[in-house]
């Protein structure tokens, strides 16, 4: 999917949401636990109540690996129902790769061509030669680890290297790396006050926004300081949406959880 199409359905949705599908079998209703494949049940009811409130999924890959080889499956199993059944929707495997060029170029493959996810998160820490083979991809997008919404980013992603913080190092320096027109950046919800500066750096390009919800993260603040021309921002929320019941009633309770954020989007992009 490019850019360009992302923002039409943006546009059409009235929503720039992005619902994270972190399946954890100790929080998923227990009626579920019975069925062959839980986890992909999960995410099947949570797609079909909330899919026309959102504009992307994305499943953290940490939350299948945990699973052995039933939850690489699920994993599977999740990504052909929503290229099959919603293909306009952007999908992210939030999988934070990187590696030596060789290795990277096989991380590449198993998330862009082989389970054929539009976007891959990438860590920056092992440079140009570990991101450029995810950005060789066509129509297919690296979403690199800017500033972070834990604690942790200000243990090295803010401090100064060579006078200026390293994640505007990592930001402006990658500007020039081969295809980086296929590059997005994650910056944390819970950083707003980062997101004036950074637009300085990067003007257009999309920023995958986790921490609204269970991190606290506030939407009007991220959409004042980050939105760009082509809105340019993809808001996440996972616990906060898909875990907003743990009853039968669990996928209704999601919709109306994203419902409310994609309201209060739907403000934003109006004014
Ligand atoms: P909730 O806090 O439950 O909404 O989940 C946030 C999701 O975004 C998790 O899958 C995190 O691993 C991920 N995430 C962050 O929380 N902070 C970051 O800085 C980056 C990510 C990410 O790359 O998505």
């Not at 797609?47 to 959102?54: M, Y």
């Not at 504009?55 to 994993?75: C, D, M, R, S």
């Not at 993809?234 to 019941?245: F, H, W």
Request: proline share 3%; charged share 25%; hydrophobic share 40%.
């Amino acid at each position: 999917m490019t850019t360009q199409e992302l923002t039409v359905q943006i546009k059409k949705k009235n929503s720039f949401l992005c619902i994270g599908l972190d399946v954890d079998l100790n929080k998923i209703p227990k009626h579920l636990l019975e069925l062959e494949d839980p986890i992909f049940e999960f995410n099947k009811a949570i797609i079909d109540a909330t899919h026309h409130l959102c504009v992307a999924y994305k499943p953290n890959t940490a939350f299948y690996e945990a699973y052995g080889i039933k939850g690489w499956q699920a994993l599977e199993k999740t990504i052909k129902y929503l290229n099959t059944n919603h293909p306009e929707i952007f999908t992210i495997a939030d999988a934070k790769r990187g590696d030596i060029g060789n290795t990277s170029t096989m991380y590449a493959k198993a998330f862009l061509e082989d389970l054929a996810f539009d976007s891959v998160t990438v860590a920056p820490y092992m440079g140009k030669d570990s991101v450029e083979p995810f950005l060789a991809f066509k129509n297919k997008h690296t979403i690199m680890l800017a500033l972070t919404s834990n604690e942790g980013a200000f243990d090295f992603q803010t401090k100064t290297v060579e006078g200026k913080e390293l994640y505007k190092q990592v930001l402006e320096t990658s500007k020039s790396w081969k295809n980086s027109e296929n590059l997005m950046y994650v910056v944390g919800a819970t950083k707003a006050e980062y997101f004036a500066d950074i637009r300085k750096i990067i003007p257009n390009n999309f920023l995958l926004v986790p921490g609204v919800g269970a991190q606290g993260g506030n939407l009007q603040d991220v959409c004042k300081y980050g939105m760009s021309e082509n809105v340019g921002l993809l808001i996440n929320s996972s616990r906060g949406i898909i875990y907003a019941s743990t009853e039968k009633d669990f996928a209704q309770a999601a919709a109306t959880k994203a419902k409310d954020l994609q309201q209060q989007m739907e403000v934003v992009l109006n004014n």
